[in-house]
């Protein structure tokens, strides 16, 4: 959050903070087949390319293969225990507001994932801008993309979130020209 009676530069915030990545961090855990089979039960998807080594293995991929939806599992950390790695660069960008909205979370499946193999990730801010809402006139909404790569550190999926940062009402109404002393 930008400091209070500081106007907000919403140009050098963009200069500064897109293109910003952090390093890769390894996933928890590697591709494995029961993981896979336990998701597949839960949500009843009975893709044999999912669950069935046998016939998985006369297919192009030569073997069972993860749900694509899986590949953000197997790239993060888990949630127990509790994980330290991964900056959230989301939250370090500084804004007007210090109130957050997740509103958009995509993926973009690069390749099939196979059993064995060890992802990682790594997140790019992808844009930062100004957006009026109803909630605030200088929302500030930012763009990320977590780049999930295999061993080789090529790209197998990329998640895009946008989030979208506001000030509370009593900021908003208390703001006589509605920007925040943004420029």
């Given at each position: ?19 910003k ?134 790209v ?10 506001h ?16 420029k």
């Amino acid at each position: 959050m930008a400091k209070t009676g500081t106007p907000y530069d919403i140009e050098a915030v963009r200069k500064e903070w897109v293109g910003k990545q952090t390093e890769p961090v390894p996933g928890r855990y590697p591709v494995e087949y029961d993981p896979i089979r336990r998701h597949c039960h839960m949500i009843d998807d009975d893709n044999p390319l999912f669950l069935d080594p046998d016939y998985a293995a006369k297919t192009r991929h030569g073997g069972v293969i993860a749900p694509p939806v899986m590949a953000d599992y197997f790239a993060g950390q888990g949630i127990w225990p509790p994980s330290e790695d991964g900056p959230m660069l989301l939250r370090e960008v500084p804004t007007p507001g210090d109130r957050m909205v997740n509103l958009i979370n995509e993926f973009e499946y690069i390749r099939p994932i196979k059993i064995g193999e060890r992802l990682s990730s790594y997140q790019v801010l992808a844009d930062i801008f100004h957006k009026p809402t109803r909630l605030d006139p200088i929302s500030t909404w930012i763009v990320s993309e977590t780049h999930i790569i295999d061993e080789a550190g090529k790209v197998v999926a990329i998640g895009r979130n946008t989030l979208l940062t506001h000030r509370p009402p009593e900021e908003v109404a208390a703001d006589p020209n509605g920007t925040g002393g943004s420029k």
